[in-house]
T-cell receptor, first 112, second 114 residues
């Protein structure tokens, strides 16, 4: 079983809609959770981090964490074509918060 | 504030040649990571360092790969001899390593081995 699982997509949404990206993780002792955005041919860039249950909002982005169900999600409101990218979920564990486990990423297409 | 700097951006080499990738982490970051990304396998952690000391090299594919960090501002990843299956994008990343510190990635080196 992989440490972090994501649906590879592509997820297609119309411009202006809400895009919902999901990620599940296997280890209950996972501690920190991150969402990275990666444009084609570019490096991953940090969008959001979340450490406790609940929602965390930053502009059009909301990260949601549910440790009991072992999932973390990213909502993108008012999606724009410029949001089209691959979104990577990353998790660290409690026994080694410096070792990051990445999902395979979900490709998002926002159609004008 | 300069980010993580990697060189070269692109490397094309023939099978059997030695390849050296270079990385300068963000100043003040105590942790440095080397990742490899391919379409088939996604982002794979190869090795990471804390204060210039290798902590976990379990992701290094085989003895052909080696990594060093001679000082806090420089690291190398060497492949000798290179093989076509080593073709990938290699990312260096660094972090402060304080609890919930995120990774900051360099622009990557795209390696093609023919």
């Amino acid at each position: 079983q992989k440490e972090v699982e994501q649906n590879s997509g592509p997820l297609s949404v119309p411009e202006g809609a809400i895009a919902s990206l999901n990620c599940t993780y296997s280890d209950r002792v996972s501690q920190s959770f991150f969402w990275y955005r990666q444009y084609s041919g570019k490096s991953p860039e940090l969008i959001m981090s979340i450490y406790s249950n609940g929602d965390k909002e930053d502009g059009r982005f909301t990260a949601q964490l549910n440790k009991a169900s072992q999932y973390v999600s990213l909502l993108i409101r008012d999606s724009q074509p410029s949001d089209s990218a691959t979104y990577l979920c990353a998790v660290t564990k409690g026994d080694n918060f410096n070792k990051f486990y990445f999902g395979s990423g979900t490709k998002l297409n926002v159609k004008p | 504030d300069a980010g993580v700097i990697q060189s070269p951006r692109h490397e094309v080499t023939e099978m059997g040649q030695e390849v050296t990738l270079r990385c300068k982490p963000i100043s003040g970051h105590d942790y440095l990571f080397w990742y490899r990304q391919t379409m088939m396998r996604g982002l794979e952690l190869l090795i990471y360092f804390n204060n210039n000391v290798p902590i976990d090299d379990s992701g290094m594919p085989e003895d052909r790969f080696s990594a060093k960090m001679p000082n806090a501002s420089f690291s190398t990843l060497k492949i000798q001899p290179s093989e076509p299956r080593d073709s990938a994008v290699y990312f260096c990343a660094s972090s402060k390593g304080q609890g919930n510190s995120p990774l900051h990635f360099g622009n990557g080196t795209r390696l093609t081995v023919t």
